[in-house]
């Protein structure tokens, strides 16, 4: 797990951040492939929105544990990867598409206006979001429960 200055840094040099509707998900090993269409642009080209984009996120089945630390980004129980579900995501560039910046991703209750995952400082700051809907109580609900749900996971296993 990243300490929250460098994943404060990943965020804020993110090329965009964007949610994801997810439309098909192909898991292999830990792994899962997801498709889908942007439908929300919180930083980078307003023509992103509606474009097709394929991202892979690390993912664990029922009954297993995450590779990452409870509560850390990134890493998604695999029944949460389902089509029609929200992503949003801090993503680069690269000469194949994008990808996640730094694992700084996570499944959001919907689409919204403004980001629910505020991480970089520029996006919490910006005119856009008001202070109440920064770090909403349902997010920050839907958070807590990942993060306990791979304590009881992580404790009950070993």
């Given amino acids: ?13 993110a090329d965009y951040h964007a949610q ?6 192909e898991v292999a090993a830990n792994e ?26 690390s993912c664990f089945g029922a009954g297993e544990v995450a590779d990452t630390a409870p509560g850390d980004s990134g890493s998604f129980p695999v029944d ?4 029609g579900a929200i992503l949003e995501a801090y993503l680069n560039r690269t000469p194949s598409g994008a990808e996640i910046a730094a694992g700084l991703c996570g499944i959001v209750p919907g689409e919204s206006d403004a980001p629910l995952l505020a991480i970089a400082k520029r996006d919490a700051d910006s005119p856009g979001v008001e202070p109440s809907r920064r770090f909403p109580a349902r997010a920050l609900l839907l958070a807590a429960a990942f993060a306990l749900a791979g304590l009881l996971v992580y404790r009950f296993l070993l």
């Fill in 80 to 83: 949460a990867l389902r089509p």
């Fill in 1 to 13: 797990m990243l300490p929250p200055e460098e994943h404060a840094r990943a965020a804020s040099e």
């Fill in 32 to 57: 899962a492939r997801l498709r889908g269409r942007v439908v929300r642009v919180f930083r980078g080209p307003a023509s992103l929105r509606d474009a097709p984009l394929a991202l892979s996120v």
């Fill in 20 to 25: 994801l509707r997810i439309e098909h998900v």
